[in-house]
Structure formats: C-alpha cells, structure tokens
C-alpha cells in the first residue's frame, strides 16, 4: 500500500510561485514512477508533469513546460513541483499520483488558486 500527502497549494498571485510537495509512503519510493495531474473546477483531471524512478527523465504537458519543473528526493521519499509564472488557467486541484507495478496510487489534492 502507498499513501500519498501533497502539501504546498494556495493562493497566489498571476506572475507568482509555488512548490509543492508530495511525501510518500513506502519502502520502495525510488522505483515508482511519479507524477502530477490537476483538476480544473468542472473539468476532468489532467497529466501535469511526470518523473521517472531515477529523476533522469521527466515529461510535462504542454501548457505547463518551461513554467514547472517536477523533480524527486528519493531519500526523503518525497516529490515536487516547482511552479512559476503561474496562471489563472493553473488553478486546480492539484493531485499526486504514483504508478507501482501497475497500480495506480493518489493523494487527496492540494488547491492551488491565482488570481489575476
């Protein structure tokens, strides 16, 4: 069993920044593959940003690249999500996501809300 805790959401600014974080359970952290997806209100949730086990590879949505950068601390079995130049389009739900021998594992979200 994984179990997911994503922190770091809030309310921001256009323009502004915002990391969050996901800390995971689980002895084996280091060979998941993790990722991020977001929920825009009344919309489907969305593939954000993934990193492989090793953090050599990493893929983003379009909307996303060159704005966030996802990243991993296998020892503090813990991932991030560094956000910049935020968006009102970015306001979401934003979930963590961990794909373990074909299983899929989520947190419960963090809400992250900018203002224009």
């Known amino acids: 069993q994984v179990q997911l805790v994503e922190s770091g959401g809030g309310l921001v600014q256009a323009g502004g920044s915002l990391r969050l974080s996901c800390a995971a359970s689980g002895r084996t952290f280091s060979s998941y593959v993790m990722r991020w997806f977001r929920q825009a209100p009344g919309k489907e949730r969305m593939f954000v940003a993934a990193?492989?086990?090793?953090?050599?590879?990493?893929n983003y949505a379009d909307s996303v690249k060159g704005r966030f950068t996802i990243s991993r601390d296998n020892v503090k079995n813990t991932m991030y999500l560094q956000m910049n130049s935020l968006k009102p389009e970015d306001t979401a739900v934003y979930y963590c996501n961990a794909h373990v021998s074909a299983l899929d594992y989520w947190g419960k979200g963090t809400l992250v809300t900018v203002s224009s």
């Open positions: 990193i492989s086990w090793s953090g050599g590879n990493t």
